[in-house]
T-cell receptor, first 112, second 110 residues
Framework: SAVISQKPSRDICQRGTSLTIQCQVD?????MFWYRQQPGQSLTLIAT?????????ESGFVIDKFPISRPNLTFSTLTVSNMSPEDSSIYLC?????????FGPGTRLTVL | KNEVEQSPQNLTAQEGEFITINCSYS?????LHWLQQHPGGGIVSLFM???GKKKHGRLIATINIQEKHSSLHITASHPRDSAVYIC????????????FGTGTLLAVQP
């Protein structure tokens, strides 16, 4: 199994500011995934973060808006830049072990 | 691009009822996942299936590979089962990323 923690658990931010979300895993993993869940919607993959290389972004997501760091095998950050109310979502970090998936508790972001 | 469709989108049941949530997908997969998301947002993996049937307590998950269909059953439902249930599929490969269904919002009333 994998235990994942995220910080912050929630935040309320002003338009135009940026927020960095941290994800910590209790053991080393090759890939970490960042998902977004907009209100009333299911999860959408933002990007896959590999240690030692650039993150791989899904269609519709760009590095300038969602820069990601992956400094080691147990930690990653996702920054939501120049926020607008449309960025209000739950952001979730996830890892897999084989084909089993584990999720962090999520960061609930509200942008005013 | 694989589509993952769930039905129903919303489900209200009385305590004790037998509940079925369905999931269909359009292309071959390596595994299908059933996830539970509580109102606070946290997601728990309930099952991971590549064939057949799995049971855990009051929860049963089945998958039919030929028909590209899976069901999640809850027996003797309870108000604490109220949550969003999400079906997701993975293709394997280097990233093994998940494609998610839109979820089923279940409310079990006492």
């Amino acid at each position: 199994s994998a235990v994942i923690s995220q910080k912050p658990s929630r935040d309320i931010c002003q338009r135009g500011t940026s927020l960095t979300i941290q994800c910590q895993v209790d053991s080393q993993v090759t890939m970490m995934f960042w998902y977004r869940q907009q209100p009333g919607q299911s999860l959408t993959l933002i990007a896959t973060a590999n240690q030692g290389s650039e993150a791989t972004y899904e269609s519709g997501f760009v590095i300038d808006k969602f820069p990601i760091s992956r400094p080691n095998l147990t930690f990653s950050t996702l920054t939501v830049s120049n926020m607008s109310p449309e960025d209000s979502s739950i952001y979730l970090c996830s890892v897999n072990r084989g084909i089993q998936q584990f999720f962090g508790p999520g960061t609930r972001l509200t942008v005013l | 691009k694989n589509e993952v469709e769930q039905s129903p989108q919303n489900l209200t049941a009385q305590e004790g009822e037998f509940i079925t949530i369905n999931c269909s997908y359009s292309v071959g997969i390596s595994a299908l996942h059933w996830l539970q998301q509580h109102p606070g947002g946290g997601i728990v993996s309930l099952f991971m299936l590549s064939s057949g049937k799995k049971k855990h307590g009051r929860l049963i998950a089945t998958i039919n590979i030929q028909e590209k269909h899976s069901s999640l059953h809850i027996t003797a439902s309870h108000p604490r089962d109220s949550a969003v249930y999400i079906c997701a599929v993975s293709y394997g490969g280097a990233t093994n990323k998940l494609i998610f269904g839109t979820g089923t919002l279940l409310a079990v009333q006492p």
